[in-house]
């Protein structure tokens, strides 16, 4: 998880949107002796991901909870898979319900289809690798959900990289030219303090080249087709004085990502592990203890 993300402050904000000043349909239903037992079931077959903070949603509404994971945040599960129960006030399982159902669909959806792109580039040395195409407030724990599919996180936030992107170069007028592009590729590295990662986002060759020796970390290659890419990868290795990360972007899906794979990038870098991603269908079975 990343440092600057507070589990248990995220899980009681979110109760708080959802239970308010309390689950008025527990309350006026379920007597405050009545216990049960809930079984967290993943109904197809996936990658389990968010299981700790699906379980964690419980304990923060009562800590006399007993809570159990079954499977791991990352394992592959079959379809009915039992992945974890809570035991203990019905009203406490029955009010957590919901939220801890959310954490855990939408997190395995994530890891899942995260692992179908990384089977696809099996054999390639590649990485697939997340964006910062997230939903708010939930990145930390979607990045975690990227990393059990077996996929690599990018940048956190803003603060953590540098990467030069089309926006940035239109703005001081550099899109278009690759001089200008290199000098703003070596700006972005003089300013920026030592140990930054620094990325230029490219569109042609000719500014691939323009900055390939002007000591970024990477390229990222943004809506290259495949036949092109190629030929830019083989010709920034040539050029690149040294090691140097090159990145591809825009437009792969799992049909086209082995294609991409093989132009001989690092890493292939897709929003959609985050933004388009569907949630698995999950479910709690609750019976009285």
Known sequence: MHPTFDLDAFIDQALSEDVGDGDLTSLALLPESLRA?????????????????????????????EVESLQRDGDDVGAAAHVGTVRGSARTIVTGERLALNLLGRLSGIATLTRAFVQEVEGTGVDIVDTRKTTPLLRALEKDAVRCGGGVNHRFGLFDAILVKDNHLDLIGAAGSPERVREAARRARSESPDGTFVQVEVETLAEALAVADEGVDSILFDNFRPDALEEAVAAVRAAAKGRIVLEASGGVNLHTARLYALTGVDRISVGALTHAARSLDVTLEIERE
């Open 37 to 65: 037992v809930g079984h967290l079931r993943i109904r197809e077959e996936g990658v389990c991901a968010g299981l700790a903070a699906a379980l964690r949603v419980f304990e923060r509404l009562d800590a006399a909870v």
